[in-house]
């Protein structure tokens, strides 16, 4: 389940780009498909990034990939890169659990060339808000949600750092309804029968990208949305 739109992110030919957060992987598996230069992969947990190179594993060995990839682990309050060095950044999920969610920012863009492009994602406010309001183990769990943004004050964050807004995106409304259903029947439960039900649901939609489900998550996504995905470009050099 992609959060971030590729196209939108514009990856073509050879370029440096980081997925920052990366989690298992999601991102920078479809990055390495399509770049031919080299994606990095960075998160602050070992073992998810050995989740995320264990596919991209798998992936050279059918030759899926397009170019070169790697694993660096670290914290995204201190990036151990140069300054102007990605082509294109991803941070999808990432800043709501961040304390100084501006020195992030202030990292993401340092690290990104002039007229680069940076991609963010943060939970819907609206959505964000009944999760938190169903169940208190939603964000009282350590390394879990700190904050809910509002769609202002993701964008002004971002514009704080002269980040220019060219598109936004609301994704994954589907999605909202089962974190609904895990929060009432309980976040641990994982033999609760609706949210277990409803899960393969969302597995069975994945893989089959059915048109109707599409339909129904395109319109969706215009009321309570799981996502709110902003796309910038950081201004060219003086």
């Not at 370029?15 to 989690?23: H, Q, R, T, V, Y």
């Not at 151990?80 to 100084?100: G, M, N, R, Y």
């Amino acid at each position: 389940m992609l959060t971030i739109d590729h196209d939108l992110l514009q990856i073509t030919g050879s370029e440096f780009i980081l997925d920052a957060g990366c989690g298992n992987g999601r991102h920078i598996w479809q990055a390495s498909k399509a770049n031919k230069g080299t994606s990095v992969a960075f998160d602050l947990d070992m073992e998810s990034l050995q989740k995320a190179k264990y596919m991209l594993d798998q992936m050279d060995e059918k030759a899926e990939t397009a170019g070169a990839w790697h694993m660096v682990s670290g914290s995204i309050l201190s990036l151990p890169f140069e300054d102007a060095q990605f082509d294109k950044v991803i941070c999808s999920e990432v800043l709501e659990h961040i304390p100084d969610d501006t020195a992030a920012v202030a990292e993401l863009t340092r690290v990104l060339k002039p007229g680069g492009l940076l991609a963010v994602s943060v939970p819907s406010y609206f959505a964000e808000s009944v999760c938190w309001k169903i169940s208190d183990d939603y964000h009282n769990t350590p390394g879990g949600h700190i904050r809910i943004y509002t769609h202002q004050e993701i964008q002004d964050l971002l514009k704080k750092f002269d980040l220019a807004i060219f598109a936004v995106r609301y994704k994954h409304a589907l999605h909202s309804v089962w974190w609904w259903s895990k929060g009432i029947f309980g976040l641990k439960n994982e033999k609760a029968f609706i949210p277990s039900l409803y899960y393969k649901f969302l597995v069975w939609d994945i893989y089959t990208g059915h048109k109707y489900t599409k339909w129904l998550e395109a319109g969706l996504n215009r009321i309570f949305p799981k996502s709110t995905v902003l796309y910038c470009r950081k201004p060219e050099a003086a």
